[in-house]
Structures are given as C-alpha cells and as structure tokens.
C-alpha cells in the first residue's frame, strides 16, 4: 500500500513531478557525454600517443634513457627484431637510431631529435606517410632525404627539396655534419613533436653515427592487443635481458596520469552536475511536503507512523529518480553512440589542441561502468536530496498538522 | 452504569508558542461511557478540538491525564498511541480526510491493512463498511469523484474499518450542506445504537446537536455544562 500510494502521489502534480524528472534527464544526460567527450579527447590523445610515438614497448640501452647518447646500443638489435616480428602479438616492430643536433637551414638553426628509421617497418608505427602534406614517403630512395614538421619549416623558413645541414655528434663524439634534402612536410596531432623530431633513413643515419647495421638504439613494439601488454613485457624482458624494456606507461607517465585523474574527473564533474540537481529535488519534495501537511497529519492520526511516512517521501524520490535515471541514461548513451560514430569536428580550436597533442575531431566514448557509477551516484544523491524533505515531514504534529489551512 | 471508555482528569493544555500563552483547556474533567452519542459543542476557541485531540492521543495536555478504555494514553509513548489509536480510536475530521489517490475502497482497506488484516477479511469487511454508508457504488471512486457528504461517510466507515470502541468527530458537517448533514447523522446515530461505538463530536451546527444524547458546552477551555437530552 506504501508502494501504491507513493507511486499514486507522484502523479498527482503531473507537472511538477515531470521538471523534477526533465532535471534528472538532463543531469544524467549533461554528466555521461562530458564524460564521453573528455574521454574521447583524452582516449584520442592516448591512442595518437601509443600507436604513433611510444608504440606498447620500447627496448633501449639501460643508459641510454638517461644519457640520450648514440653510443648506448642495443646489439644484435636486428636478429632481436626478426624474432619479435615473428610473434603472434605483434602487429609491429622496428628498430631505430637516435641522436639529438642541430639543424641549420640558409637563415637559422633549432636543436632537433633525430630519428633514423625503417621507411616500410615505420608504416604500421610511425606513420609518417598518413601525416605527409607535401612529398613523397621515401620515395626517391636516395639517403639524404629527410622529413621535417610542418611547424619547423617554418621556423627554418625552408620548403620541399631546401637543403639543410644537421649536424650532431657520433658514437665516439666526434662532431658530424651532413647535409640532407626536404623529401617530405608532415603535419602529425601533435604539433609540439611536429617541431623537433626528424626522420632520415636509417641506414644513413647509422654510417654518420659510425652504427653497425646490427645495432640500434631503440626497438619499438606494437601489439595487437594491449590487454597482453603486462605478460609480453616480461618475455621481451627475457628475450633480451641486458636491455631496459619500458611500456608506454613507464616512458610516458603522464598519459597514465591523465587515465587515473579521468577517474577523478568523473567524479568531479558528476558531483557537480549532482549538487545541482540536488537543490531542485529538496525544493519540489520540500515543497510536496508542504503542501500536504493536512494530509499527513491525517495519515498519522489515523495509523501511519512516522517510519512509514519517512518511507512513503524516500519512496517518491526514489521513483521519480528510477523514471529519470534510465531515460538519462539512455539518450546520453544515444548520444554518444551517433557522435562517437561520426565525430564531433572542433576545428575551430584545433590549432590550440593539436599543440598538446589533440586531435580536431572527437569521437565521444563512454566505458560501461561509468554510466552505472553515474546511475548510482544520481541515485544517492536523490535519496540523500529527499532526506531533509522528509525530516521535515517527521517534525510535523498530527493535531497541529490538520488544523493547518 | 455502563463502562468507562473516556475518563479525562484536570486536563490542561496551554499553547506557549506565541508571545501571549494561550490556555486553550484548563482543568477538563470528562466522564464518559461506552456507546454513549456526546456532542461537544461550544464557540470558537472554546477548546472542543484541543479535547478531541487530547483523547484521541494527538495532542499531549499540559497537565491531567486521560484513560480511553482504562489505558493511560498520555503515558503511553508515540510508537506505542498510534498503535492504540489504530486499534481502538477512528477519526472523522472536517475537511481532508482521505487520502486523495486512493479509491473508496483503498481508503477503507489502508486502515485494515495497517492492522494486518489478510486481503480476502478486508475486502469483505470494505464492502460491508460502504453499504452501511450507502456508498456501495462508489467503491473505486476516489475522493475527488464524490461529493462533500460522500467522502464524509467514505471518513466514518474508514473509521468504523478498524472496528474502533470510540469515534471521535472534528465538526464532520461543518463542510457539508443541510441534507448531507442529516444523512451523516443518522448514519453516525445508527452505528451507535447498534454496534454500541460510543462517539464524540464536536459542532456548532444546532441540527446536530439535536442528535445527540448528550451535550457538553465548552467555553474558555472549561466545561460549561453537560446535559443529558432525548435525540429529535
């Protein structure tokens, strides 16, 4: 009888029970796609991240993380790589020499971290043929073709086929200067990188460093599946066991910090959304009380105790929340699943994103747990919003209560 | 000498709640036996629906006692009257007496379902209750599809459901016309005699209190007098 009469009350001022309702709607609905925005804002990033930078693993020197020096190899590096590319988990692996310099084009000169690289292994990592705007991806199959960033040609003031000098310092720290031509401008998501990572053959860039073909400084891994990433690493770590094997996570730590701190935002922003929405539903159930102090004045002389009509006002809450929550619910995960299909296009902010590494179109993506955490959290924070309402309605006095006009 | 069902000793009630306090009953004694058919009747702030709320347990009085059916009521702790109310006590108010989403039936069944009377006794018992009032028909109507002296005579068989020893009344014909008035009445009047439910009404409605079979006048919190008359 409870059930029946809560449920029959909230019906009784249609209107009302329907703003309270619409509020719900729209919270639920305002807190999952911010969520699935920010997550498909930071999930792209990652991704760019992982599959065009870090790649899942990388193998180096144990002193050359910290020294950054070319003559810290790996050996054998190319007998490593022929077995890694072997293996059923690996969708990619390449191997690469690296060595920080100058650059000096006709008018100016910028410090630049130099990468030699495999053209047809880097296809599947780098990925520097996508992200070409002029020029061909090794096409001339010379060696003194190098691909420069968009944003340090202009710096450099250069264009495609400008010939410029890098200079920088071999394995035995002699000074080395060579001279390479534009074969490519690339503009990848990540335009800070875009300005000081080049890409040479690397085969070239191992004569200048004085590199055997056998050694490099980096080898990179891409799985197929992240999910085996922890399990891979350790094998890589025994295949070779005097090199310093590092996930994505470990060589990039920020990107971790922005999964773990995504966890927070959702509670933030949920919070938020919530403490709103809370101030709406102790206004309509506090105003439902009161307008009702005769009747439940009446309710209690004739049996009801307090528990029940304690009950009886959590019980209406709770049904306008379970009419809300699913319909919230289910036009944020519509929502999400049009956008997350066909993009969200921020090009009018792209510029300012695409220096931290951002694409310009986003594509909403929500995890599942996160609409139960959010339908849970809406859910409390009905139930603790009705709590005062009814308290108020426990302080009533039967006999003052009808007489009341 | 019949039973005692409402013994009501130095009852006081002073309302402190305003800047002047206000001694809306001041040493009540009330005797009162069971199936007797008592208007309580004076004017305005006279006290007469402070007392009904005394004996009905919803109001506690600031000094004296009050015993419905030899239980100290103003003893008895909140939890502990409204169970005893629920069992021995039915209301009729002037005005708001039903819960507005629930049918005639529902109405009735709430206060037999609060007693945990099992569905087959209580929708038996329902039908009962609304023939007597005459509102047989009117089972699945709700409050706001019957007319003012319906909904009264939905109130008096709600009260009646509980089987109650006692019915006390607030003005239950102050909202209804000449006609719905008399018709409640006689319904209330025929209860009494025949299943010896004492009631206690008040009003100002002098139709009504030629009903009654006794009169007791309140006036200034005090009893004025108390008259044994024959019922026209």
Not at chain 1, 8 to 37: P, Y
Not at chain 1, 175 to 193: C, D, E, P, Q
Not at chain 1, 234 to 258: A, F, I, N, R, T
Not at chain 1, 371 to 393: D, G, H, K, Q
Request: proline fraction near 3%; charge should be neutral.
């Amino acid at each position: 009888m409870l059930v029946q009469i809560a449920w029959r009350n909230i019906w009784r001022n249609k209107t009302r029970s329907f703003v309270v309702i619409g509020s719900i709607v729209i919270g639920l609905w305002a807190s999952v796609f911010i969520l699935a925005f920010a997550w498909g804002l930071y999930k792209n990033n990652i991704d760019e991240s992982v599959n065009r930078q870090l790649s899942h693993i990388q193998i180096h020197h144990p002193e050359f993380t910290n020294q950054q020096e070319s003559k810290y190899v790996i050996k054998n590096s190319d007998s490593i790589l022929s077995i890694l590319q072997k293996e059923d988990l690996v969708q990619a692996a390449s191997a690469r020499s690296i060595t920080q310099g100058m650059i000096t084009s006709p008018t100016t000169v910028a410090g630049v971290t130099i990468y030699g690289i495999s053209p047809k292994a880097e296809i599947k990592q780098i990925g520097l043929n996508e992200n070409l705007i002029e020029g061909d991806y090794f096409a001339s199959g010379k060696g003194n073709e190098i691909f420069i960033g968009e944003k340090l040609t202009k710096k450099l003031k250069i264009k495609l086929r400008s010939k410029v000098v890098v200079t920088f310092t071999d394995i035995h720290s002699n000074i080395v200067s060579a001279a390479f031509r534009v074969g490519g401008i690339y503009k990848s998501k990540n335009l800070s990188l875009d300005e000081v990572n080049v890409y040479v053959q690397k085969q070239s860039l191992d004569k200048l460093l004085d590199l055997q073909p056998s050694e490099s400084n980096e080898l990179a891994i891409l799985l197929k599946d992240e999910a085996a990433l922890e399990s891979y690493k350790s094998g890589v770590q025994q295949l070779v066991p005097s090199g310093k094997v590092e996930d994505w996570k470990d060589l990039s730590p920020h990107l971790e910090m922005v999964i773990e701190s995504f966890n927070l935002y959702t509670y933030i922003i949920t919070g938020i959304i919530l403490l709103a929405l809370t101030f709406g539903i102790v206004n309509t159930m506090l105003m439902s009380v009161l307008e009702r102090i005769r009747e439940l004045g009446m309710l209690m002389a004739i049996g009801f105790n307090k528990r029940k009509i304690f009950s009886m006002i959590m019980l209406e809450t709770f049904f306008l929340t379970l009419i809300g929550c699913p319909l919230g619910l289910f036009i944020g995960w519509l929502s999400i699943l049009i956008l997350g299909t066909y993009g969200i296009n921020i090009a009018i902010f792209s510029e300012g994103l695409a220096s931290y590494g951002f694409s310009s179109i986003i594509y909403p993506e929500l995890d599942n747990q996160i609409y139960w955490i959010v339908a849970i959290m809406c859910l409390i924070t009905a139930l603790l919003s009705a709590i005062y309402p009814a308290y108020r309605a426990l302080q009533l006095n039967p006999a003052e209560s009808i007489r009341k006009i | 000498m019949g039973k005692t069902i409402i013994d009501a000793h130095n009852v006081s009630k002073t309302y402190k709640e305003t800047m002047v306090p206000v001694k809306a009953l001041q040493d009540v004694h009330l005797h009162i036996e069971e199936g007797e058919f008592v208007a309580l009747v004076g004017p305005s702030g006279s006290g007469k629906s402070t007392l009904l709320n005394m004996i009905g347990g919803l109001d506690e009085p600031t000094s004296g006692t009050v015993f419905v059916d030899g239980v100290e009521i103003t003893k008895l702790s909140e939890n502990k009257m409204i169970d005893f109310r629920l069992q021995n006590i039915g209301f009729v108010f002037q005005s708001f007496n039903l819960i507005p989403v629930l049918t005639s039936r529902e109405n009735i069944g709430f206060v037999l379902q609060l007693q945990k009377v099992p569905k087959k006794d209580r929708e038996k018992r329902v039908l009962e209750l609304l023939r007597e009032v005459g509102l047989e028909e009117k089972v699945n109507s709700r409050p706001g599809e019957l007319s003012g002296g319906q909904q009264q005579r939905v109130a008096v068989a709600r009260a009646l459901a509980s089987k109650p020893k006692i019915i006390l009344a607030d003005e239950p014909t102050a909202n209804l016309d000449s006609k719905s008035a008399g018709n409640l009445m006689d319904i209330m009047a025929k209860l009494n005699q025949e299943e010896k439910i004492t009631f206690l009404f008040s009003t100002h409605d002098q139709r009504v209190i030629e009903k009654a079979r006794r009169v007791i006048t309140l006036v200034d919190g005090k009893v004025d007098s108390d008259v044994v008359q024959t019922p026209t």
